[in-house]
């Protein structure tokens, strides 16, 4: 406790006042316009040069609060169906604008790009994110209180240009691509971000506090002026036509199949979808990792179907309740998905969602049904009280979660802090299970600001909660979970941005029905720092502690016996910029584990010596110490990305590792021959430790063309 203390002492000695910011002027007016806009990026039409610009940004780094030393611009113009957004970022130094990714929804981290946050509800919790770079690569993401799914693709268009005096953009967006308020003049909360990477420099619009970032929605400007908007309400129809062939387990099978997805904005802030004979051929591949725990392993939503409007249904148990990895796919094989119908927006000051799949059967996997219904109710000015449905119904099995949560958010406590307070209770009922000890529930704080950041959570999952439509890898435990970082700006005239020192972040679990400690994980920060020019250093020691109460295998050759384990291992952690033509991140962490050692090795290598080219490694290194013997695990991944233009890509990824003893490669050609309809050649092979075909285990090539036609 006294710990702590002195850390609040220190943090609130090197305080520094950084009330919210507002520049003037803090509204931009659209101007409507009836003439053609060219989408090339010259931004030389008469309307542009009539339109508002507005070009009052400030430094949130690297001088926070200084004007940005670079002249940026921004003007909105709009017609019934769309609106077109003009960037003008001047730059001296043209030379030396970062643009390395055309691709879609590249990683802007290292590019000169500029971010726009887009509160079309303007109800300080719900955005769209939309980021371009001086290639006109695009970046799109939603916004949902805390969360961003970045995952969400919407149907908008870019083009830019590099000149001798800066680079300079043109967006078109549908109005149809966004869900809002039909008024008769919308007003719109807006934030603008724009990174000059060559100077490490980060501008803003309104609000470049550093306890705020761009999706803090609370310190957004306006966005005005909107009027007879007639584009809103089209239905779109995606027919699809697949066609490949696949040779698995010595057998061959051609491949064709045929489906549609139905896509209709019943209101300007509801939109339904509908979806018959789904399929996902042209997801990228998982990356498959080797499994060191006694608990299953998170992978991410990639399926287009389940990615817009994802984080409606989120809740503050997280992916407990609803993980959409848990409908069509066992394992890693897909199970056909017959129909699926979806319904999200809101309605008045309600956050909407509903989902309903029907699933095939296949092998030993049979039919099922899964419902999710959420609703969630703004209160206050950020906050929000919330329930949410799910149900599994598979022949004579039914099993039920019903939910409730909150959140009580603002960006205004102490004067310009950030603070957050939630709860969430869940209950589970099943005709296959136990109806009583079923019951979930989480309890968190979180203070999340420049100089200090610290949260404190409770969770208990009691021992019969079994939610077959969410992600439950422990069940039977309470948790108790926090995190305190003190991070001054000391010696920023050397190039430091900021230390980071972090006392503790421990996180133990409790056996729910008995109390006893089963798990224990705490990480001291003893040294860590970020710089001026993108790097970050970190020095950590960590403990840990396992109750194992049924032995487990690790990996072949090894087994961890019942018992208690106590370990300390230790952890370097290295990043350099991203922005450079090589960047690397690099962890290395040594210590006991179990009963035996662990040194483990993580390196990835990022490179961009082409325009058009990018590659990404990454190898990790597991060597294990049991039994006086030496145990390596080994994980290999590559991507090499090629991009001719912003619409057409070629992307390889290639993995292996040293338990699955297979080599997996995943080739893509993806073409946008318009915005919104896309064309996919995926080529996937699977070899037993052999590149030769004759290992393979899996060859498969398919052809997807998806044709979006507006109605």
């Not at 799910?390 to 603002?410: A, C, E, M, P, V």
């Amino acid at each position: 406790m006294r710990f702590q203390q002195t850390f609040f002492i220190i943090a609130v000695f090197f305080f520094k006042s950084s009330f919210a910011q507002t520049s003037k002027p803090d509204t931009i007016y659209s101007h409507y316009t009836n003439s053609t806009i060219v989408l090339d990026g010259k931004l030389d039409e008469s309307a542009w040069i009539n339109a508002e610009h507005i070009s009052n940004f400030t430094q949130q780094e690297l001088n926070n609060g200084q004007p940005a030393t670079e002249r940026t611009e921004i003007a909105v113009l709009f017609n019934e169906n769309n609106m077109y957004i003009g960037i003008w970022c001047f730059d001296s130094e043209p030379n030396k604008i970062m643009a390395k990714n055309f691709s879609r929804d590249f990683n802007y981290g290292g590019d000169d790009a500029v971010e726009m946050i887009f509160d079309t509800y303007n109800d300080q919790r719900n955005a769209y994110k939309f980021v371009v770079n001086a290639n006109g690569a695009r970046y799109d993401s939603q916004l949902a209180g805390a969360n961003e799914n970045v995952d969400w693709n919407g149907v908008w268009d870019c083009k830019a240009q590099i000149t001798k005096e800066g680079w300079f953009a043109e967006l078109i967006i549908p109005f149809s691509t966004l869900q809002f308020r039909r008024d008769s003049t919308s007003t719109w909360g807006l934030n603008i971000e724009r990174g000059i990477k060559h100077k490490h420099e980060r501008i803003y619009w309104q609000g470049w506090s550093r306890d705020y970032n761009l999706e803090t929605l609370s310190q957004a400007g306006k966005l005005t002026g909107f009027n007879n908007i007639k584009g809103m309400n089209r239905l779109e129809i995606l027919p699809y036509l697949l066609t490949g062939a696949e040779s698995a387990n010595k057998s061959n099978r051609f491949l064709k199949k045929v489906g549609v997805d139905f896509v209709k904005q019943i209101t300007p802030t509801l939109k339904a979808n509908l979806t018959i004979n789904t399929d996902f051929g042209q997801v990228e591949a998982d990356r498959k990792r080797v499994n060191l725990t006694r608990f299953s392993m998170y992978y991410p939503e990639k399926r287009g179907f389940f990615l817009e409007g994802k984080d409606l249904y989120s809740s503050n148990l997280g992916d407990r309740i609803f993980y959409s990895r848990r409908i069509g796919i066992a394992g890693f094989q897909p199970i056909p998905i017959i129909a699926g119908a979806r319904l999200f927006g809101k309605i008045n000051q309600t956050n909407v969602g509903f989902l309903n799949v029907q699933t095939a059967s296949q092998d030993s996997v049979a039919t099922a049904n899964y419902t999710v219904v959420r609703l969630n109710q703004d209160v206050l000015k950020q906050s929000n009280v919330g329930m949410i449905f799910t149900s599994k119904i598979n022949g004579l099995s039914q099993n039920y979660i019903f939910g409730i949560d909150g959140t009580y958010r603002t960006s205004s406590f102490l004067g310009n802090k950030n603070l957050a307070v939630g709860y969430a209770f869940a209950q589970n009922n099943s005709n296959t299970t136990l109806n009583k000890q079923n019951t979930a529930l989480n309890l968190i704080i979180s203070y999340p600001n420049d100089y200090i950041e610290t949260n404190l959570s409770f969770t208990q999952v009691k021992a019969n909660f079994d939610p077959q439509t969410g992600f439950n890898d422990r069940k039977n435990f309470k948790k108790v979970n926090s995190e305190f970082k003190f991070m001054p700006r000391w010696l920023e005239s050397w190039g430091v941005s900021k230390f980071v020192f972090k006392p503790y972040d421990f996180e133990c679990f409790f056996t729910d029905n008995t109390n006893q400690l089963e798990s224990y994980d705490n990480e001291v920060r003893v040294f860590g720092f970020n710089t001026k020019s993108g790097e970050l250093f970190e020095f950590n020691l960590q403990q840990k502690y396992d109750r194992i109460d049924q032995p487990f295998r690790l990996i072949d050759g090894i087994t961890i016996s019942a018992g208690k384990y106590h370990w300390f291992p230790y952890e370097i952690q290295v990043r350099t910029f991203s922005g450079r033509k090589v960047s690397c991140f690099f962890n290395f962490n040594q210590g006991g584990f179990y009963t035996g050692r662990r040194t483990a090795t993580n390196f990835q290598l990022n490179t961009a010596f082409l325009k058009r080219f990018n590659f990404t490694g990454r190898w990790d290194n597991n060597r294990l110490q049991f039994y006086g013997k030496e145990f390596w695990v080994n994980e290999l991944a590559g991507t090499l990305d090629l991009a001719i233009s912003t619409r057409l890509n070629f992307s390889l990824f290639t993995q292996w590792n040293s338990e699955d003893k297979e080599i997996a490669s995943n080739f893509r050609i993806h073409w946008i021959p318009k915005i919104g309809s896309d064309l996919y050649f995926v080529f996937t092979q699977v070899n037993e430790n052999d590149l030769r075909l004759s290992h393979s285990k899996l060859t498969n090539g398919m052809l997807k063309f998806v044709y979006r036609i507006a109605i």
